[in-house]
């Protein structure tokens, strides 16, 4: 069974910074892609930043150049560096994965999430 855990979140005053880590554990063949996504009260789960197989970063206009997503591929791990934190940056993140299985099947995979606090 494959599972995404999170960590690194918390409270932050506004201008500071977090770093989030994620680490997938499992049977687990291939990652197809990591990236992080994040839900505001009210609002929808949205994309934050995503790391591609090939190695392409994408980010949501309100993240570039304060948040960079990176990957561990021996260690099956994603992180994201967010600095310049505003209080707008404030929700649930989650990991999410593309996990190919040892049976060739390709799964979506989502974290439980973890919280994010900028405070004025």
């Known amino acids: 069974q494959v599972q995404l855990v999170e960590s690194g979140g918390g409270l932050v005053q506004a201008g500071g910074s977090l770093r989030l880590s994620c680490a997938a554990s499992?049977?687990?063949?291939?990652?197809?892609?990591m990236g992080w996504y994040r839900q505001a009260p009210g609002n929808k789960r949205e994309l934050v930043a995503l790391f591609t197989s090939g190695g392409i970063t994408n980010y949501d206009d309100s993240v570039k150049g304060r948040f960079t997503i990176s990957i561990d591929n021996v260690k099956k791990m994603v992180f994201l560096q967010m600095n310049s934190l505003k209080p707008e940056d404030t929700a649930v993140y989650y990991c999410n994965a593309h996990i190919t299985l040892p049976n060739r099947a390709l799964y979506e995979y989502w974290g439980r999430g973890t919280q994010v606090t900028v405070s004025s």
């Open positions: 499992g049977s687990i063949f291939s990652i197809n892609g």
